[in-house]
């Protein structure tokens, strides 16, 4: 018989453990959302200079916030509508996770 931890690791439920590849010390729950195209993150401080975007994962009130400040080239915008109908512009960039219950490797998803 499986235990709970290895019935959640082979089906994903409505929230999954994480680490980002850049914090690995950091366990963060995500919730699953099966309908989006894309992931979503909490970011602040975002802004765009020299053509970079310029990021903090997370806020000072959260317990996952470390202050660091990330940079990368490698974004662009997107439209995105939630289930109301209702648009705004994101940022989309590259970030790297590994779901902690998984035996698997980091994977590189697109976050808004």
Do not use: C, Q
């Not at 235990?3 to 994480?18: F, N, Y």
């Not at 994962?57 to 209702?86: A, I, R």
């Amino acid at each position: 018989m499986k235990t709970k931890d290895e019935k959640i690791g082979i089906v994903i439920g409505r929230t999954l453990a994480i680490s980002f590849e850049s914090e690995t010390d950091k366990k963060v729950i995500a919730k699953v959302d099966t309908g989006a195209y894309l992931a979503a993150v909490w970011a602040t401080d975002v802004h765009e200079k020299d053509n970079r975007l310029h990021f903090t994962l997370f806020g000072e009130s959260s317990p996952h916030y470390s202050g660091k400040v990330y940079s990368t080239d490698d974004y662009y915008t997107t439209k995105v509508e939630n289930s109301f109908g209702v648009s705004e512009m994101r940022y989309v960039v590259k970030l790297t996770i590994k779901p902690i219950l998984f035996d698997g490797k980091y994977e590189t998803i697109r976050f808004t």
